[in-house]
């Protein structure tokens, strides 16, 4: 899908792993492209956490944190290979609200994210969910939608 | 507000042991004068049947001449208040049993006249079963599959199984006789306080090592130790988190360890799960290897008296073996995985990788390596002392309390009230299923598949535990299991070595390498791969894991018939 409005900052969703790096080339490309800031967002989710019932929730979220920081560093770096420099964020809650405020907070008018694969365990959202997801941030707030 | 339920759950824990601390057993009977009959009840499994109600009665009287309640050693005591001089019957009562009627004979009866006392042979009293039964059991197993299905969290299962049992006793029973399962009092002395305060006290010391940073600095470490060889690094981690997971719950070790995991496979060019997996398999293998390993060795441990050494003695030799097994077998999977990695890493990444492997706490580590030496040894050497582990527990983490003089807010979280209330309502559910005899069925059951023979009982306890655990919770499995485990080391021969417990000890840790929700610790680490974008479907676990439980399980039986 191109973009049909100004790119001036894009943010994009990303979770690691090999399933994010065809989102992650699109928004590296689009940058390249359109020479908008680009900064990666990471959300940490911990409500797998309810399995953990030990430990000091503040320590496992430190080491997640931690964890998260690292994928996005490995991210910026295959960026930079490519001539992008880019922010990155990390943010702990539910993704689609952290998503949705961290584009407000940034004013960003380009979103980009990955399709859902029909596969329970990989996927954040279901197709319904997403398309839901999208409508809010198109027609609430303005951000257009890059889906990869 | 989380805080005043937290306060509150601490006072209903309190008052709870209080309760049990000032019951005490009605009396057995006063001494009017006259006549005593004296006497014992046994179960079918020849175990002392307490709580039964004795009462003489003679001819077409409804009032008893003399009652009384077997204490809990199945002993019981009648006083008369004057001399029995005509034909009575004895009546003896129980929940879930049969009510049984003894006539004494002439020559008892001339004996009691005589000598003024009769002591009877012991008597059996036959099981019966009832609504109650079926109540009892459908309530375990439909606790068991909320818990599997994940409907609903694992502690709310087993007070909705609590709360049907009490409702059913107290409603239900009011009405009608046989609905009667369990309760309050009875339910509060199945409660294991032992068990409740040594985990407490395993959580508070965890809570402060855990913050120090020595997982990560151990993981870190062993990547440094092995030079970036990804099938090198993998046994070093493999060690570490059995050795850990020996010590501190699974869980938590791998909470601390698999994220540090994570940047260190990244940094090598690797998909996580080639370290992932092994880690996981190895913590549930390292935990078997001491008394506070693993949540099933605290009840094992606790229910047949074994001490933190005879763990220690009986099993580590065969955890290593299953360890060393495992280890082959994890790099014969994985060997293209790990022949694939990078062995160098760019600097921005080691620094980062170094970063966050730091020693945050040095000082609360060392006190914490002070004490935990002090625990072991008290652990170990308790038994002189008549030392119960739960005492050294709670003992050296409040030592480590006073001395490293944490947040307190901060401890109380860490404490997971959760897990003990959980602990608390299994107890009583299972002693509910106990009480109205299913248990006894199984136990039956398998007492008449097995006879005499010792190795087929151990062999059969370590398979059937191996494979359910691998399917259900193994915490309510081998809590329901316990008393079968009893009563095939009480009537086989030879079993006084305590060979079965140990069979079921590792029979229940390996079943949670079988599938994703074998063991929490799974759950967990699959949560965390997820998390970084490396999910662990249930099918590519089972594809790992049930060899690693047929390999582990083969190796400990291996280990039983050497050792036992």
């Known amino acids: ?148 | 507000m989380k805080s005043i339920y937290r306060w509150l759950l601490i006072i209903l824990v309190v008052v709870a042991a209080v309760g049990i601390w000032s019951a005490r057993a009605p009396a057995a009977g006063s001494n009017g004068g006259g006549a005593v009959i004296t006497g014992r009840l046994l179960d079918p499994h020849s175990e002392p049947l307490p709580k039964a109600e004795i009462r003489v009665f003679q001819g077409s009287d409804d009032e008893p001449l003399a009652d009384a309640l077997s204490q809990e050693d199945g002993t019981f005591a009648l006083y008369f208040e004057r001399p029995v001089d005509r034909p009575f019957v004895i009546e003896i009562r129980r929940h879930h049993f049969e009510t049984v009627r003894w006539q004494p004979t002439a020559t008892d009866l001339d004996t009691l006249q005589r000598e003024g006392t009769l002591h009877l042979p012991d008597q059996t009293i036959p099981r019966t079963i009832g609504p109650a039964f079926w109540i009892a059991v459908a309530v375990f197993l439909g606790m068991l599959l909320l818990i599997a299905t994940e409907k609903m969290h694992n502690t709310m299962a087993v007070l909705f199984g609590t709360s049907i049992i009490f409702m059913i006793t107290y409603v239900g029973g009011t009405f009608m006789d046989n609905l009667f399962v369990l309760d309050f009092e009875e339910a509060m002395s199945f409660i294991d306080w032992e068990v409740i305060f040594l985990i407490m006290g395993m959580m508070i010391f965890i809570a402060v090592v855990e913050g120090t940073g020595i997982f990560q600095w151990l993981a870190y470490f062993a990547y440094r130790l092995s030079r970036g060889h990804a099938w090198l690094l993998a046994i070093i981690l493999m060690i570490v988190t059995a050795v850990a997971s020996a010590f501190l719950d699974n869980i938590t070790t791998m909470l601390l360890i698999a994220p540090i995991t994570v940047q260190i496979a990244l940094s090598m060019g690797m998909s996580p799960l080639p370290l992932l997996i092994p880690e996981v398999l190895a913590s549930n293998v390292g935990g078997v290897a001491t008394l506070v390993g693993t949540p099933t060795n605290i009840l094992i441990g606790s229910y047949a008296n074994i001490s933190f050494g005879a763990f220690l003695v009986e099993l580590t030799p065969g955890v290593l073996a299953a360890l060393i097994g495992l280890m082959i077998y994890m790099e014969l999977v994985y060997f293209r995985d790990y022949r694939a990695s990078r062995t160098t890493t760019s600097s921005l990444l080691l620094e980062k990788l170094a970063e966050d492997s730091q020693i945050t706490q040095p000082g609360e580590l060392r006190k914490a390596g002070w004490v935990g030496a002090l625990m072991l040894l008290f652990f170990l050497f308790g038994d002189y002392f008549h030392l119960v582990p739960a005492v050294t527990a709670v003992a050296g983490a409040t030592l480590l309390l006073v001395w490293v003089r944490p947040n307190m807010e901060d401890m109380i979280e860490s404490v997971d009230w959760t897990t003990l209330v959980f602990f608390m309502g299994l107890f009583i559910v299972v002693g509910a299923v106990q009480e109205v005899g299913a248990i006894s069925l199984v136990a039956d059951l398998i007492g008449r598949l097995v006879g005499d023979n010792l190795t087929l009982a151990w062999i059969v306890v370590l398979w059937l535990a191996a494979v359910l655990s691998a399917a259900v919770d193994n915490i309510p499995f081998t809590a329901a299991m316990l008393p079968v485990a009893g009563f095939l080391s009480n009537t086989i021969p030879g079993a006084e070595n305590q060979v079965i417990y140990f069979a079921l000890a590792m029979g229940a840790a390996f079943g949670g390498h079988g599938t994703l929700i074998g063991s929490s610790a799974n759950l967990v680490t699959a949560g965390i791969a997820r998390q970084a974008g490396y999910p662990i479907t249930y099918g590519e676990f089972l594809r790992k894991g049930f060899p690693a439980l047929v390999i582990t399980t083969v190796i400990a039986m291996a280990w039983i018939a050497i050792r036992f």
């Open chain 1, 1 to 148: 899908m191109q973009p049909m409005k100004p790119v001036n900052t894009i943010v994009c969703a990303v979770r690691g792993g090999k399933a994010s790096e065809p989102t992650t080339e699109r928004a590296t490309a689009l940058a390249r492209e359109s020479g908008a800031r680009l900064i990666f967002l990471y959300v940490i989710d911990a409500d797998f956490l309810g399995y953990a019932t030990v430990g000091r929730p503040s320590v496992t979220m430190t080491q997640l944190k931690h964890m998260a920081e690292f994928i996005l560093l490995t991210i910026r770096a295959r960026a930079e290979e490519q001539g992008v420099p880019s922010d990155c964020a990390v943010r702990e809650g539910k993704v689609r609200e952290q998503i949705r405020a961290f584009v407000i907070e940034q004013s960003a008018d380009t979103v980009v994210m990955g399709k859902p694969t029909r596969q329970a365990e990989s996927d954040l959202f279901t197709h319904p969910e997403q398309d839901t997801f999208i409508r809010e941030l198109e027609e609430e707030i303005g951000a257009q939608v890059i889906l990869v």
